[in-house]
């Protein structure tokens, strides 16, 4: 196995140099909230699934295409193809997905499954 395959989702981001936005995970008696720092993706262009105890993310930032005439003399927005894969703390329903953004934000919001109340 090779160095970076062992590495966390997040190490082999900071690796790869791939994008990678930030991310909060938080979970309430009866669900849990996803928020992504994503401005300029729209949920349209976010794609959403579920593995085991995983959800995973993926999207693309893209950015207006320049004329090509000019130089950068900064360049610190990041863009193309992102995934996230995170873990979550709770089993939730795969059916019951809600999506909105807002100010930049992702907020995905998942219910609980009926047998992970209790936890």
């Known amino acids: 196995m090779s160095v970076v395959s062992s590495l966390s989702v997040w190490e082999r981001a900071r690796v790869s140099g791939a994008w ?3 991310v909060d995970v938080y979970e309430t008696r009866g669900g849990v909230s996803v928020t992504i720092e994503l401005p300029g993706v729209s949920p349209n262009d976010v794609a959403v699934r579920f593995v085991g ?3 995973l ?3 693309q930032r893209t950015m ?3 004329d090509g005439r000019g130089i950068f003399h900064a360049a610190e927005i990041r863009r193309g193809p992102f995934r996230l894969e995170i873990h979550l703390p709770a089993a939730v329903d795969t059916d019951r997905l809600e999506m909105r953004a807002d100010l930049g934000l992702m907020f995905i919001q998942l219910t609980k ?3 992970s109340h209790g936890r």
């Open 20 to 22: 990678q936005p930030a």
């Open 53 to 55: 105890d995983m959800v």
């Open 57 to 59: 993310i993926e999207g």
């Open 64 to 66: 207006p295409v320049l």
């Open 113 to 115: 499954s009926d047998n």
